[in-house]
């Protein structure tokens, strides 16, 4: 447990470290260096190419990136979207083969765009719901717990913190070559290492993934140390974990807009409906 702490934390202050160093917009992938270390239990800089280096810099890259599209499935529900994780959180989600759409800009949704909801809300397309006040009185994100299964620095955050990363080599994605790596982690590690989360997110991200689970994450890196793909198997309380990812257009021109407010219609209070 405590080396599991430790990881963590020299992770945290590596990566803070190279930002403040580099600055965040920082995503191409560094050079090989003599002095990276094949001991996995010595904490790697994102200037080797062991396999903790390696996943350090690609953490460093899509945290500089800010944004990017992103496709797959969260386990039986396929998606897709655009996905921004700084300065704020920024979500659109469609589901393929229907109409609604979910838009999530910081602690406020909007759900519909529609015709269903038009029915329901009488010509609007919109609704839309306020994220509820937390105990320390901040608005919370709504689907948060989605967005942080959709978060690619959330996952790498999981992946650096995690012991003994394989290297299982090189291979092909729709005619991108990449690298394929490879950590074993359980839930509750893969949530604790979010020390960028608050504890409810964290606990929220914990019972997404099942807590008490294990869980295999495999990354696909780029020739810039972009996750183009990401995978999560393995078992959780209740099922089996199964979500894959698929990702582009990093730091690309990406937008999302509120819908008019004249075509909105506010929730009133009423829950937030489950994705």
């Known amino acids: 447990m405590a080396g599991r702490a430790v990881r963590r934390a020299a992770a945290a202050a590596a990566l803070a470290a190279v930002l403040t160093a580099c600055g965040s917009g920082s995503g191409g992938?560094?050079?090989?260096?003599?002095?990276?270390s094949a001991d996995p239990?010595?904490?790697?800089?994102?200037?080797?190419?062991?396999?903790?280096?390696v996943l350090l810099s690609a953490q460093l890259a899509v945290h500089g990136a800010r944004r990017a599209r992103f496709s797959g499935n969260l386990g039986s529900d396929t998606v897709?979207?655009?996905?921004?994780?700084?300065?704020?959180?920024?979500?659109?989600?469609?589901?393929?083969?229907?109409?609604?759409?979910?838009?999530?800009?910081?602690?406020?949704?909007?759900?519909?765009?529609?015709?269903?909801?038009?029915?329901?809300?009488?010509?609007?397309?919109?609704?839309?719901?306020?994220?509820?006040?937390?105990?320390?009185?901040?608005?919370?994100v709504p689907y948060a717990d989605t967005v942080d299964r959709l978060n690619p620095v959330v996952a790498l955050t999981a992946a650096v913190a995690a012991p003994a990363p394989e290297r299982i080599g090189a291979e092909e994605i729709d005619d991108t070559?990449?690298?394929?790596?490879?950590?074993?982690?359980?839930?509750?590690?893969?949530?604790?290492?979010?020390?960028?989360?608050?504890?409810?997110?964290?606990?929220?991200?914990?019972?997404a993934l099942g807590d008490g689970g294990v869980i295999t994450l495999d990354v696909w890196l780029n020739d810039r140390d972009?996750?183009?793909?990401?995978?999560?198997?393995?078992?959780?309380?209740?099922?089996?974990?199964?979500?894959?990812?698929?990702?582009?257009?990093f730091g690309g021109p990406l937008s999302v807009q509120a819908p008019a407010e004249s075509d909105t219609a506010d929730a009133g209070g009423?829950?937030?409906p489950p994705l």
Request: charged share 20%.
């Open 177 to 207: 070559a990449v690298v394929h790596y490879r950590v074993a982690t359980t839930v509750a590690d893969y949530a604790e290492a979010q020390t960028q989360l608050p504890p409810a997110r964290r606990a929220a991200l914990r019972t």
């Open 41 to 53: 239990t010595v904490l790697a800089t994102p200037t080797d190419r062991s396999p903790h280096g």
């Open 270 to 272: 009423r829950s937030l």
């Open 29 to 36: 992938a560094p050079a090989a260096s003599p002095s990276a």
């Open 80 to 140: 897709a979207g655009l996905l921004f994780w700084a300065p704020k959180t920024v979500l659109q989600l469609k589901r393929p083969g229907t109409t609604e759409e979910v838009v999530v800009l910081d602690t406020t949704a909007y759900r519909g765009g529609d015709a269903a909801t038009a029915s329901r809300l009488g010509g609007r397309h919109w609704e839309k719901f306020t994220g509820v006040p937390g105990t320390d009185g901040q608005r919370a």
């Open 226 to 249: 972009q996750p183009v793909q990401l995978q999560r198997t393995g078992s959780g309380a209740a099922e089996r974990i199964s979500d894959t990812l698929r990702f582009d257009e």
